[in-house]
């Protein structure tokens, strides 16, 4: 079967570091994807992770562990403009054709 | 324009109306999607189409027929839809299916009443 698991949601204040985890179990793995949607708009790409570790990109980290079905998804100096729902999502390789799986969604709120 | 487009942003219809929602692409991709996207629900992929063909169809209910008539457009034509199906279709395109990075347009919110 496929689950892929993230808090529902969370808060956190400005300038401040939130890191939202999300667990997956996949049939077949085939990389980790981050998105974020700001509410009424379109998901947009964050980070692609493939193989174990950090992926840093400017206050965005990505992380993860194969053996262990687990990511996260790292924020720092949080901004207003960071409230949004994160998605997980994992590619999935079960019938031949890769297709993303996608978590329901962390929905973060950033408070003054 | 740029990037994914859809039309209509929102649309209400009846059980027993007919409609289609549009999706255009820009960026010269060759593979697109329709998902849907219910409230507490994960992001549910419906269709794929690779240069004009579809290739995928997650076991989606026959009142949704999808159309590709070139690499750039797609519809996603509704019939006879319950309530249920009230959610939020996204379309999204990437280069090719096999891409691990897709983009998605800002969706059309739909409600069946």
């Known amino acids: 079967g496929q689950n892929i698991d993230q808090p529902t949601e969370m808060t956190a204040t400005e300038g401040a570091i939130v890191q939202i985890n999300c667990t997956y179990q996949?049939?077949?793995?085939?990389?980790l994807f981050w998105y974020q949607q700001h509410a009424g708009e379109a998901p947009t790409f964050l980070s692609y992770?493939?193989?174990?570790g950090l992926e840093e990109k400017g206050r965005f980290s990505s992380f993860l562990s194969r053996s262990k079905g687990y990511s996260y998804l790292l924020l720092k100096e949080l901004q207003m403009k960071d409230s949004a729902s994160y998605l997980c999502?994992?590619?999935?390789?079960?019938?031949?054709?890769?297709?993303?799986?996608f978590g329901t969604g962390t929905r973060l709120l950033v408070s003054p | 324009e740029t990037g994914v487009t859809q039309t209509p942003r929102h649309l209400v219809m009846g059980m027993t109306n007919k409609k289609s929602l549009k999706c255009e692409q820009h960026?010269?991709?060759?593979?697109m999607y329709w998902y849907k996207q219910s409230a507490k629900k994960p992001l549910e992929l419906m269709f794929v189409?690779?240069?004009?063909?579809?290739?995928e169809n997650n076991s989606v209910p026959s009142r949704f027929s999808p159309e590709c008539p070139n690499s750039s457009h797609l519809f996603l034509h509704l019939h006879t839809l319950q309530p249920e199906d009230s959610a939020l279709y996204l379309c999204?395109?990437?280069?090719?299916?096999?891409?691990?990075?897709?983009?998605f347009g800002p969706g059309t919110r739909l409600t069946v009443t």
């Open positions: 996949t049939s077949g793995f085939n990389g």
């Open positions: 960026l010269g991709h060759n593979a």
């Open positions: 189409y690779n240069f004009k063909e579809q290739t």
């Open positions: 999502a994992v590619r999935d390789q079960d019938t031949g054709f890769q297709k993303l799986v």
């Open positions: 999204a395109s990437s280069p090719h299916r096999g891409s691990y990075e897709q983009y």
């Open positions: 992770n493939v193989l174990d």
